[in-house]
């Protein structure tokens, strides 16, 4: 039995001594992925919260339909203008004064 224990000790010395620096380049290599990741997150939630500002600038649908219909009125009111000529224009409004 001490032969195979002794077997065994010499094994995992030899397993620390030749897998110790690699066991620690994994650990920093690790340590450094959680820290490029926390990073990538943070101006991740930097970049979310500036989208968030900007979408608040945008019109909503409620004003973009108002706008809409205002623009067809206007347009129509030129149409209107346009088709009847200034004459027309100045006669209607010495008419209605």
Known sequence: MSKSKSYIENQVKWINKHF????KAVRQAVQ?????YAGDKASANEFRGQLKDQAGTFA??????VLTKFMYMAMGAFLVINFIGITGIILFLKYFK
């Open 32 to 36: 450094e992925v959680k820290q490029t």
């Open 20 to 23: 110790s620096a690699e066991f």
């Open 60 to 65: 909503t649908k409620a004003e973009v339909a």
